[in-house]
């Protein structure tokens, strides 16, 4: 287990942008793991938003939301970010960093088998 930490979820209206930071333990950017983002939307199951393998910097995100997030890591402090732009209303969820290890990235894709979840971060879009 590691712990994550999110922050900078809110309430914006369609058309807006958020970013989100997930804080990881200290070197934790500079192995081979695999970070991302899941989000539940309110009456639904977690779902994979992106993917991030941390020792490539390759990133992979849901077709729902191409072209409208993006996933990036920063090694020197330790975090990955969710920008996510042109929001629409079904983004509404809470969202979750999650993490895990990976064997030279093979497992690693939108919804991965998820070792360790932050407490999750809410995102709310009105029309």
């Known amino acids: 287990q590691v712990q994550l930490k999110e922050s900078g979820g809110g309430s914006v209206q369609a058309g807006g942008s958020l970013r989100l930071s997930c804080a990881a333990p200290p070197g934790y950017l500079s192995g081979a793991y695999c970070m991302g983002w899941f989000r539940r939307a309110p009456g639904k199951g977690r779902e994979g938003v992106a993917a991030?393998?941390?020792?490539?910097?390759?990133?992979y995100s849901a077709d729902s939301v191409q072209d409208r997030f993006t996933i990036s890591q920063d090694n020197a402090k330790n975090t990955i970010y969710l920008q996510m732009d042109s929001l629409k209303p079904e983004d509404t969820g809470l969202y979750y960093c999650?993490?895990?290890?990976?064997?030279?990235?093979?497992?690693?894709?939108?919804?991965?088998?998820?070792?360790?979840w932050g407490q999750g971060t809410q995102v709310t879009v009105s029309s």
């Open positions: 991030l393998y941390t020792s490539s910097g390759t990133t």
């Open positions: 999650a993490a895990a290890p990976t064997y030279h990235g093979r497992d690693c894709y939108v919804g991965f088998p998820v070792k360790s």
